[in-house]
């Protein structure tokens, strides 16, 4: 069914949610406990910024669509568009990036277009989007999503890992991963496992 197949949301114990019917509140206190287990700060405008992009994407029909044209293809219409356009291409291709980043990230490291390339395209479309919108609040948002992506990554990726169930919980992935993120998110699920990931070895990988 590919990556980006529609997946149904689970809790740990894998009682189906099958109505939400308050998804900012239930997304917005799952963003509140990965934040403060991986103890990073965090504003308020990112916040609310990561939990209506979960709302977002519960819509099937939304990442579907979202996922026709290749993010290269997109990046690049966007910077030849006019204005108007252009934000509302970046912002798309910013989002899409980070969700998927965060919530597919073990499937995208078996694909030849793997994590490293979402974030490198996300992160450029929220610079490119930061650096052309004139509101200075929507600057300093759009800046900090692109110089804190992999943060943000990793906050969804707790997410994901709370309300999708896993079948690929494989210690070995997490350490591959580990080795090519550096991210204290998957430093901290090894350590869980009884495993001390080596610094060297992540900085051998760079």
């Not at 390339?117 to 450029?124: L, R």
């Not at 309300?163 to 699920?189: A, C, M, P, V």
């Amino acid at each position: 069914m590919g990556v980006y197949a529609e997946k149904r949301v689970l809790l740990k114990n894998n009682s189906q949610i099958k109505t939400l019917s308050q998804p900012v509140e239930f997304f917005r206190n799952l963003i509140l406990v990965a934040i403060e287990n991986q103890k990073v700060i965090v504003n308020q405008e990112a916040e609310y910024y990561l939990v209506m992009l979960l709302v977002k994407y519960m819509r099937g029909e939304i990442l579907r669509r979202s996922s026709k044209d290749p993010l290269a293809i997109k990046l690049h219409n966007a910077m030849l568009a006019r204005k108007i356009k252009s934000v509302q291409i970046l912002k798309e291709v910013g989002d899409f990036a980070l969700y998927i980043s965060g919530f597919f990230a073990d499937s995208l490291n078996r694909k030849v277009v793997d994590i490293d390339y979402y974030i490198a395209i996300g992160g450029t479309a929220y610079c490119n989007l930061a650096n052309t919108l004139s509101q200075e609040a929507l600057q300093g948002l759009y800046k900090d999503l692109y110089n804190r992506f992999a943060t943000y990554v990793d906050i969804l990726s707790e997410v994901a890992d709370y309300t999708f169930s896993h079948t690929h919980q494989d210690i070995l992935r997490l350490y591959e991963k580990w080795l090519r993120t550096g991210s204290n998110r998957l430093e901290q699920l090894l350590k869980k496992e009884g495993i001390v990931p080596i610094a060297d070895l992540h900085k051998k990988t760079q």
